[in-house]
């Protein structure tokens, strides 16, 4: 089992960047897929980015892709999301999660663990 905790969040005007950081503990980060997920206030938690165990491989919502990078850094046990040229429909509450079988990159339903959330606020 992995404990993730997401941090990095914050309030951030459009065009600017954030970097957000997801630390894991309990098992080491490179066991398994990560991905990031958002849920906005009255929306679905869609799928942001994904990355392999190795970091060989990474996907992208075509709404972040060419913005935003993921990374992943497994000495260090920990996954992170560099955001640029924010948007206001950024805005959301990010969620770090972990699958054990990482098939489906966008399926949330794919992701065994996840963190608690760092909320991302884009203003315009």
């Known amino acids: 089992q992995v404990h993730l905790v997401e941090s990095g969040g914050g309030l951030v005007q459009a065009g600017g960047s954030l970097r957000l950081s997801c630390v894991a503990s309990g098992r080491t980060v490179s066991s398994y897929g990560m991905g990031w997920f958002r849920q906005a206030p009255g929306k679905e938690r869609e799928f942001v980015t994904a990355?392999?165990?190795?970091?060989?491989?990474?996907y992208y919502a075509d709404s972040v892709k060419g913005r935003f990078t993921i990374s992943r850094d497994n000495a260090k046990n920990t996954v992170d999301l560099q955001m640029n040229v924010l948007k206001p429909e950024d805005t959301a509450v990010y969620y770090c999660?972990?699958?054990?079988?990482?098939?489906?990159?966008?399926?949330?339903?794919?992701?065994?663990?996840w963190g608690q959330g760092t909320q991302v606020t884009v203003s315009s």
């Open positions: 999660a972990a699958s054990i079988v990482l098939r489906t990159v966008v399926a949330a339903r794919e992701y065994n663990y």
């Open positions: 990355i392999t165990r190795s970091g060989a491989s990474t």
